[in-house]
C-alpha cells in the first residue's frame, strides 16, 4: 500500500479535480470567472491597451463626444478625456481597493472567529461583544464615519471597508468553530495529543477556509459597489485618479446630455458585482460536498 502522505495528496488532487469539474459544469460560474479574468486582464495590461492615458484631454475631440466618435470608441467625458482609457485604468484602482479589504477581512475575521468561537472564555466573550458593536451600526454609514474621520483616500477608504466586514467573516468563522469543536474527529485529536494549536490548525482551520473562499468571493462584488459608493460620495479616491465611481460622480452634473459618462462605469461595476456572484455561487456549490456529488 502506498504510504499515508502520498494517499492524502492523492486525495486533495481528486477533491481539486471534483472541485474543478463542478465548477465546470456550472455555466454561470464559468460566465463569472471569465469576466472576471478579462476584466483583471485588461487592468493589468492597462499600459499597453489602453489608447490614450487617463488623464490627458482630447482638445480635438472636445468635451463629451460621443460614443463611436473617431479615436473614442466610448466617448470622452466632460473634460475631453477618453472613457475606454479612464475605465481600463479605473480598475486598477477600483479592483484593488475591493480586493484588499476581502483579504484583510478574512485573515483577521479567521483569527477572530477562531479565538472565540474555538477557545471561547472571557476571550470569546470580550470579542463577540466588540463585534456585536460594529453589527449595530448600518455598514454604509459606518464606512462613511470611518472614512471621513481618516481622511480622503485609497488607503483610507480601504481600512474603512476592512472596519465594516471584518464582523461578518468573523461570525461566520465564529459559528463554524463553536459546530466543529463538538466533533467526534475533535476528540480524536485531544486523545492523540493534539494541542489547542494543532487542532485549530489541522482540524478546525480546513474546514473553514472554503467558507470564508466563499464568502469573500461573493462579497468581492458588494466590494466594488462599496468601494465605488465611497469615491462616488467624495471620500474614497481622490480625483483626477481615474476610478469607476469618479467616473460616475463625473457624469452626474452631464447625466442629461451625456447619460453614457455616467452609465459606462455603472454597467461595469454591475457587471463586475454580478460576475463575483456567480463565481462565488460556483465555489460554493463545488466546495459543499454535498452539492458537489448532486450536480
Not at 469543536?181 to 489541522?202: M, N, P, Q, S, Y
Request: charged share 15%.
Amino acid at each position: 500500500m502506498p504510504p499515508a502522505p502520498a494517499m492524502a495528496e492523492e486525495a486533495r488532487r481528486s477533491e481539486f479535480a471534483l472541485a474543478l469539474a463542478a465548477i465546470g459544469r456550472d455555466r454561470l460560474a464559468v460566465v463569472g470567472f471569465a469576466a472576471l479574468l478579462l476584466v483583471v486582464a485588461a487592468a493589468l495590461l492597462a499600459p499597453w491597451i489602453s489608447p490614450y492615458s487617463p488623464t490627458a484631454a482630447d482638445l480635438d475631440a472636445g468635451r463629451l463626444a460621443a460614443p463611436l466618435t473617431p479615436g473614442h470608441l466610448l466617448g470622452t467625458d466632460g473634460q475631453a478625456r477618453d472613457v475606454l482609457s479612464r475605465l481600463i485604468w479605473g480598475g486598477r484602482v477600483s479592483l484593488p481597493i475591493a480586493a484588499v479589504p476581502i483579504l484583510l477581512s478574512s485573515f483577521f475575521g479567521l483569527v477572530l472567529g477562531l479565538l472565540a468561537g474555538y477557545v471561547g472564555g472571557w476571550i470569546g466573550r470580550i470579542i463577540m461583544r466588540g463585534l456585536d458593536i460594529l453589527f449595530a451600526f448600518p455598514g454604509v454609514l459606518l464606512a462613511i464615519a470611518v472614512a471621513a474621520i481618516l481622511g480622503p483616500g485609497m488607503m483610507n477608504g480601504m481600512l474603512a471597508m476592512t472596519i465594516v466586514i471584518t464582523p461578518y467573516v468573523a461570525r461566520l468563522v465564529y459559528t463554524e468553530a463553536v459546530r466543529l469543536r463538538r466533533g467526534e474527529f475533535i476528540e480524536a485529536a485531544r486523545v492523540g495529543g493534539a494541542g489547542t494549536f494543532g487542532i485549530l490548525w489541522r482540524e478546525i482551520l480546513p474546514n473553514i477556509v472554503g467558507p470564508v473562499i466563499v464568502y469573500g468571493t461573493t462579497s468581492l462584488g458588494a466590494m466594488v459597489v462599496f468601494a465605488a459608493g465611497l469615491s462616488f460620495l467624495g471620500v474614497g479616491v481622490q480625483p483626477p485618479t481615474a476610478d469607476w465611481g469618479i467616473m460616475a460622480a463625473d457624469g452626474r452634473v452631464v447625466l442629461r446630455n451625456a447619460p453614457w459618462v455616467s452609465l459606462i462605469p455603472g454597467c461595469v461595476i454591475v457587471i463586475v458585482a454580478v460576475a463575483c456572484n456567480f463565481a462565488g455561487d460556483g465555489l460554493r456549490d463545488a466546495l459543499d460536498p454535498r452539492l458537489a456529488k448532486a450536480l
